[in-house]
């Protein structure tokens, strides 16, 4: 049986206020999904954009990468595997607070407010391919929002220089803790 999006977000309630206990949700595959998010971060269904920004929004709390490193949207009773060509989600709208504790916050493009620090922990890796920096941000059970170019270019605008490892390394603080975004010079 094939399962359309509307299908699945009219099976989980509509006034949904908290987020999803996903990690007490266990049910068996239920198959492949046609569904594909873009790096760009578009919700394609068979192909096509899903119309209601509502559906996406619910489903990016429904989301899960497992250990097999595949994506799933899971419900108490279903779990389709979907596609995902980068990350899920998109971090934009860098804002950093306080001076002497400096909290780096970051919006999703599912309207997520993500302060990086242990919950949200900011890992910049590369791209095979290219060689170019893949920020990252966790979000939650194993799905991460990719930095934005504009966000990342203000996050190494607050870079500073420290050595780890006795090494010069590229970071930014939040929370407390030095996060590493690049080699040092």
Request: proline fraction near 6%; glycine fraction near 10%; charged fraction near 25%.
């Amino acid at each position: 049986m094939s399962r359309t999006p509307d299908d699945l977000a009219g099976s989980l309630a509509a006034s949904q206020k908290e987020l999803p206990p996903l990690d007490d949700w266990h049910p068996e595959l239920s198959g492949d999904m046609d569904l594909v998010i873009t790096r760009d971060g578009r919700w394609l269904f068979k192909g096509e954009p899903i119309a209601r920004e509502a559906t996406v929004r619910l489903f990016s709390t429904i989301l899960r990468r497992e250990e097999d490193r595949h994506y799933y949207l899971v419900t108490p009773v279903e779990k389709w595997r979907i596609q995902v060509d980068d990350t899920p989600l998109l971090a934009h709208g860098l804002e950093v607070c306080g001076s002497e504790t400096p909290v780096i916050t970051l919006n999703t493009n599912m309207g997520e407010r993500l302060e990086v620090g242990e919950a949200h922990p900011l890992q910049v890796g590369v791209y095979q391919d290219t060689g170019e920096p893949r920020p990252v941000v966790l979000v939650r059970h194993g799905v991460e929002a990719r930095l934005t170019t504009s966000a990342f270019y203000d996050l190494a605008a607050l870079a500073e220089e420290r050595s780890a490892n006795g090494k010069p390394v590229f970071g930014v603080m939040s929370h407390g803790k030095f996060w590493a975004i690049g080699q040092g010079g």
